[in-house]
């Protein structure tokens, strides 16, 4: 089936430093590939997305490609910020009919140090 | 400003207690998701409805959890009896047919005694 695997957490970093979050999965088919965000306290909202292979998303100055040669969508950002201390989900879609099932990865949970 | 909303945010109830959770999603969206998220599994998805009928609830434990959609405005996910190990947050979420993004809802904090 399919799965999602995510760098392990927590992930500290002093602000303004770069990050990378890695994640790989595993799909049979064309899967949509999706960040989500989840701050303390609330839901999860949608980051940023590629739903097709080289497609890059980009949202809040983080982005991700999607690479389906070594099925990888890792999340980068130049320079983080205290704000940005969140847990970070990967996921995918198997289907790109849209709002069908998503396959979450565990989560990183990333705080950034003044 | 549309949002999906939960009812309760908090619940604190002891084992063997019926729990009902509430979702309104938002106006206009046709598929409603329930997730569960703990420490040890995760996000799980526990069922989902499009135009509410159910499509999938391969993961919810089937002889004490339920799920419905009275109505297109209201989802219910109802646990009887609860049982310790069902303390979690439980998400629900919506989104429209042909779009990818799903809309989160701030979670029921449930703690069973």
């Known amino acids: 089936g399919d799965s999602v695997t995510q760098m392990e957490g927590p992930v500290t970093l002093s602000e303004e430093a770069c990050l990378t979050i890695?994640?790989?999965?595993?799909?049979?088919?064309?899967?949509?590939l999706f960040w989500y965000v989840q701050y303390p306290g609330e839901g999860l909202q949608l980051l940023l997305k590629?739903?097709?292979?080289?497609d890059k998303g980009s949202n809040k100055g983080f982005e991700a490609t999607y690479r389906k040669e070594t099925t990888s969508f890792h999340l980068e950002k130049g320079s983080v910020q205290v704000s940005d201390s969140a847990v970070y989900f990967c996921?995918?879609?198997?289907?790109?009919?849209?709002?069908?099932?998503?396959?979450f990865g565990t989560g990183t949970r990333l705080t950034i140090i003044p | 400003d549309a949002r999906v909303t939960q009812t309760p945010r908090h619940k604190v109830t002891e084992m063997g207690q019926e729990v009902t959770m509430r979702c309104q999603p938002i106006?206009?969206?046709?598929?409603v998701f329930w997730y569960r998220q703990t420490m040890m599994q995760g996000l799980e998805l526990l069922a989902y409805?499009?135009?509410?009928?159910?499509?999938?609830d391969s993961g919810m434990p089937k002889d004490r959890f339920s799920a419905e959609m009275p109505d297109a405005t209201l989802a219910t996910l109802k646990i009887q009896p609860s049982e310790p190990r069902d303390s979690a947050v439980y998400f629900c979420?919506?989104?429209?047919?042909?779009?990818?993004?799903?809309?989160f809802g701030p979670g029921t904090r449930l703690t069973v005694l």
């Open positions: 979420a919506s989104g429209l047919s042909g779009w990818d993004e799903q809309f």
């Open positions: 890695n994640c790989t999965y595993t799909a049979t088919g064309y899967p949509s």
């Open positions: 590629a739903t097709k292979a080289d």
């Open positions: 996921a995918l879609s198997e289907t790109n009919f849209g709002n069908e099932k998503l396959t």
């Open positions: 106006l206009g969206h046709n598929t």
């Open positions: 409805f499009r135009n509410r009928a159910p499509l999938d």
